[in-house]
């Protein structure tokens, strides 16, 4: 079963960045699409961006468009979400996840958390000053 792990998180001043990353063992990456999403303390889990198996669709919530970006490195099988500009409402734990192979094609991608089968254990992102 596919597993994922997300580093990368930390305690950073708001207009600080971050890059977080999301690495598999034993399985390419390629195969599928990647979404991130975060879940702050009393709050809803709530999608992030997502990235199509091709790298070449994203999609951003509104919240982060123009700060984060999400991108993918087949070399070493890891996906990652560049986060600038942060701000204390960004703060969260932030999962990555994908869906099961076969559910979107080479370009297809949608952010919808029902649509996403394996997920990692988060990382913990802190913007505060």
């Known amino acids: 079963q596919l597993q994922l792990v997300e580093s990368g998180g930390g305690l950073v001043q708001p207009g600080g960045s971050l890059r977080l990353s999301c690495a598999a063992s034993?399985?390419?990456?390629?195969?599928?699409?990647i979404g991130w999403f975060r879940q702050a303390p009393g709050k809803e889990r709530e999608a992030v961006s997502c990235?199509?198996?091709?790298?070449?669709?994203?999609n951003y919530a509104d919240p982060v468009k123009g700060r984060f970006t999400i991108s993918r490195d087949a070399a070493k099988n890891t996906v990652y979400l560049q986060m600038n500009n942060l701000k204390p409402e960004d703060t969260a734990i932030y999962y990555c996840a994908a869906p099961k192979v076969g559910t979107f094609s080479w370009q297809q991608i949608s952010c919808e958390a029902r649509l996403y089968d394996y997920w990692g254990q988060g990382t913990q992102v802190t913007v505060s000053s």
């Open positions: 990235i199509s198996r091709s790298g070449g669709r994203t």
């Open positions: 034993g399985f390419t990456l390629d195969n599928y699409a």
